[in-house]
């Protein structure tokens, strides 16, 4: 069993900031990649960044230059910096995780439960 518990969504005014932060807990060898998608009302969920295990970023084009994502890997966490935010950053956050799972090492993917960021203009 796995849980992922984010945290640090809210509201904030355009061109504030804000830190989201995810933290993985249970059963597990170790953890791949680390991730952020978004998804705003009535679109599909995207992906806004990631981090691979060896600290490889790669950003939507969207929030280049302006968010940045990081790890803990003894913490198991995963954060999003987010800075000079837009309306159009106003969406739910998720994280995802892959995990690797004992005994054969499989590789699975875990989401956060989400979390709200509202940006008013």
């Known amino acids: 069993q796995v849980q992922l518990v984010e945290s640090g969504g809210g509201l904030v005014q355009a061109g504030g900031s804000l830190r989201l932060s995810c933290t993985a807990s249970?059963?597990?060898?170790?953890?791949?990649?680390m991730g952020w998608y978004r998804q705003a009302p009535g679109k599909q969920r995207d992906l806004v960044a990631v981090?691979?295990?060896?600290?490889?970023?790669n950003y939507a084009d969207s929030v280049k230059g302006r968010f940045t994502i990081s790890r803990d890997n003894a913490r198991n966490t995963v954060y999003l910096q987010m800075n000079s935010l837009k309306s159009e950053d106003t969406a739910v956050y998720y994280c995802?995780?892959?995990?690797?799972?004992?005994?054969?090492?499989?590789?699975?993917?875990?989401w956060g439960q989400g979390t709200q960021v509202t940006v008013s203009s």
């Open positions: 995802n995780i892959v995990v690797i799972l004992p005994p054969w090492s499989r590789a699975t993917p875990y």
């Open positions: 981090i691979r295990s060896g600290g490889t970023t």
């Open positions: 249970g059963s597990f060898s170790s953890i791949n990649d």
